[in-house]
């Protein structure tokens, strides 16, 4: 009569461990699907902390010019995996200009312009579909954050708050579509749009 116990995985009678391994508990994958969402709660807490000392809501135009700066200049180079790294260096250059008291939203504003001429030029944003959409896009948000500067405080917090939420609704399309930018940072973006946006809106309404 033979053993028909099953031998153990990485033993001389299974070598390859050909057995399946346990399964992860419970704690650690919700811990494992946590991490993956980690734009997210970046963004979150980028949020939070930033509406926690929030004015009229016009600090927040900058955010009108500066991802569209940040998608013409990834679309334009077509390499969505830098995307990250030209992020951080716009940020790091408002954070310069900002230092030396200069107001970043002009040198930002050529910037878009300078990247749409060039983008329609080399035929990258003359692409189909999502690639034709990005300099008019872009060139649509930063109107918007300049109609928000030319109008009284009052109501610009509120096209402010509005174009929070549009800009979301863009990052959402580029999260669905995978294309442009790496899909962490849409979603990073989409997230603090969206939140930053609303909870302007709640802030003005409720003062």
């Not at 390859?16 to 993956?36: H, N, Q």
């Amino acid at each position: 009569m033979t053993d028909s116990a099953t031998p153990a995985p990485g033993t001389p009678d299974d070598p390859a461990g050909t057995r399946e391994a346990a399964p992860r508990p419970a704690w650690l994958r919700a811990l494992i699907a946590v991490g993956r969402r980690w734009p997210s709660l970046l963004a979150l807490a980028w949020a939070a902390y930033s509406l926690s000392d929030v004015g009229d809501g016009l600090e927040y135009v900058i955010l009108f010019v500066l991802p569209a700066a940040g998608y013409l200049f990834i679309a334009v180079a077509d390499r969505p995996r830098i995307t990250w790294a030209a992020v951080i260096a716009l940020l790091a250059t408002v954070v310069v200009l900002r230092a030396l008291d200069i107001d970043p939203w002009p040198p930002l504003a050529l910037v878009v312009i300078a990247l749409a001429a060039l983008g329609l030029v080399n035929g990258r944003l003359r692409r189909p579909r999502i690639f034709a959409l990005q300099a008019p896009g872009a060139l649509a948000f930063m109107a918007s954050g300049i109609l928000a500067l030319s109008v009284p405080p009052a109501t610009g917090g509120y096209l402010v708050a509005a174009g929070l939420v549009g800009h979301a609704v863009w990052d959402g399309f580029h999260w669905r579509a995978n294309k442009i930018v790496a899909r962490s940072y849409a979603e990073w973006c989409g997230v603090l749009d969206l939140v930053l946006g609303l909870g302007l809106l709640i802030l003005l309404l409720t003062r």
